[in-house]
């Protein structure tokens, strides 16, 4: 636990090519032969983040039924680079191309949305386009308020053209431009379900921070806050889990170290609690270490 928690994504490469080379085996091998709570945080952890994120990813499509939230977490809470490098891990691993694959297991607003942030530019140099920017908030105005029905195929042109970086810099354009973010102007009726799909993605794009608190409390709330809580931590460690664990702390007064101690504290001596104990001290370790 202690090398996993301290160690960062290159260190943790290091140790499992050192792994296989002293004992001809895969690490992730060996964390996968258990099913549990403790063996699952280690092989999310000690896994190189585009291929978690293809094999996350791949669940949500194919597991017992689609889960459209883990799959908007994943496409839409990583940068271009990140989404880019998922995609490639997706291909290697299990030959088929995830937009393809994203396309023939969902449909309507979500498949619109979904498949307009994969196809979008994968190059972040990290340098914006301001005056781009503007040009940009000003179409998804006129988009949404120049007639009686919004502009969906203009919005989606706007999102497939741009990397994150460009478009979280639309984002604050057009909040300085209309006084209100966009996404409270997705909230309009006329926007409906495609309005709705596109307000869960741009809060992942805009605000992720707020998406995974979200997503936290409503788990929460329908009792299997767990997993979410789990894959959270993980993936999210030395990236902004702090400021996940503010988000969440606002609007519960728990703090995500708190709620993991509620979710993973073991009543009883069984082995099954233990496991459970043991997975919650991970977790803390990584709270605490990143």
């Not at 191309?97 to 949305?113: A, C, F, H, P, Q």
């Not at 409390?217 to 806050?225: E, P, V, W």
Request: hydrophobic content about 35%; proline content about 2%.
């Amino acid at each position: 636990m202690e090398i996993l928690t301290q160690r960062n994504m290159e260190e943790l490469k290091l140790i499992r090519q050192t792994y296989r080379a002293l004992y001809n085996c895969d690490l992730l091998h060996v964390f996968s032969q258990s099913d549990n709570p403790f063996s699952r945080v280690a092989y999310l952890r000690a896994t190189e983040p585009p291929e978690r994120d293809a094999e996350i990813v791949r669940g949500a499509l194919f597991g017992q039924s689609l889960d459209p939230d883990t799959l908007t977490e994943i496409i839409c809470t990583r940068s271009s680079l990140e989404l880019s490098a998922a995609k490639q891990a997706y291909q290697a691993r299990y030959n088929s191309n995830l937009e393809r694959d994203v396309s023939s297991k969902t449909i309507g607003s979500l498949k619109e949305v979904l498949l307009a942030v994969l196809n979008s530019n994968c190059y972040d140099g990290g340098r914006v386009d301001t005056s781009l920017a503007m040009c940009d908030a000003k179409t998804l105005y006129e988009a949404i308020e120049s007639g009686k029905y919004i502009d969906q195929r203009c919005i989606i042109l706007v999102i497939s053209q741009r990397n994150t970086s460009q478009i979280k810099e639309i984002l604050s354009s057009y909040k300085q431009l209309y006084g209100h973010e966009f996404l409270k102007f997705l909230k309009k009726e006329k926007c409906g379900d495609f309005g709705r799909q596109l307000r869960i993605v741009i809060r992942c794009i805009q605000f992720p921070e707020k998406h995974f608190a979200k997503q936290l409390r409503r788990k929460l709330k329908n009792g299997d806050a767990r997993e979410v809580l789990l894959r959270t931590v993980v993936t999210r460690s030395e990236i902004d889990i702090k400021h996940i664990n503010s988000a969440f702390a606002a609007k519960t007064g728990w703090t995500l170290e708190s709620l993991v101690r509620n979710e993973f504290n073991g009543n009883s001596c069984s082995n099954t609690d233990k496991v459970y104990s043991l997975a919650g001290d991970f977790l803390i370790a990584l709270l605490k270490h990143s």
